[in-house]
């Protein structure tokens, strides 16, 4: 299982690369960096409490996951 810094520090790390990419796309379409800015910003803050809600939820589903065994050596 994944801490929530964990989630956390992933979350940050996609969310950089991603914001890039967003406003690359925001001011290829605009031609305006004001705007290309505040379009990554927004798309950031919202997706970022998303994706750690998403992380946490996924935390909790046992689907796909193999049980440790009782004990470990």
Known sequence: METTRRSI????SWRA???VITAS???FVTGEIEVAA???????????VVYIG???LWNR???GRQQQPEYHI
Do not use: N, P, S, Y
């Open 54 to 56: 998403h992380e946490r």
């Open 25 to 27: 796309l925001a001011f």
């Open 17 to 19: 690369l991603a914001t």
């Open 9 to 12: 520090a992933k979350a940050l």
């Open 61 to 63: 589903i046992t689907f």
């Open 38 to 48: 505040k379009i990554g910003f927004a798309d950031t803050l919202i997706k970022l």
